[in-house]
Nanobody
Framework: QVQLVESGGGLVQPGGSLRLSCAVS????????MGWYRQAPGKERELVARITRGGSTGYADSVKGRFTISRDNAKNTVYLQMNSLKPEDTAVYYC???????????WGQGNQVTVSS
């Protein structure tokens, strides 16, 4: 059974930084596209950042230049480094593992990030 466990969220002041981690068990992340999504109150879940099996990355326009997604295949973990955080980054952040072309699509439990002074 594949499980994704997120950590690293919390409360931070505007302009601050946080790093989210997503540890995967039950499979190896190298076969998945890994992504971070977020959902703010009253809004739909949106893709924040994604990294392919080959290491190519993509970002939502709202976080480009501030967020960085990375993966450590040896640790079976994906990270989201978030810098220059803004109040509008406040949301529950979810880790996703998607094996393209199959029905293998897994989600973490969600991790609250709050940016407030």
């Amino acid at each position: 059974q594949v499980q994704l466990v997120e950590s690293g969220g919390g409360l931070v002041q505007p302009g601050g930084s946080l790093r989210l981690s997503c540890a995967v068990s039950g499979s190896i992340i190298s076969i998945y596209y890994m992504g971070w999504y977020r959902q703010a109150p009253g809004k739909e879940r949106e893709l924040v950042a994604r990294i392919t099996r080959g290491g190519s990355t993509g970002y939502a326009d709202s976080v480009k230049g501030r967020f960085t997604i990375s993966r450590d295949n040896a640790k079976n973990t994906v990270y989201l480094q978030m810098n220059s955080l803004k109040p509008e980054d406040t949301a529950v952040y979810y880790c996703n593992a998607d094996r393209i072309g199959t029905n293998d699509d897994y989600w973490g439990q969600g991790n609250q990030v709050t940016v407030s002074s």
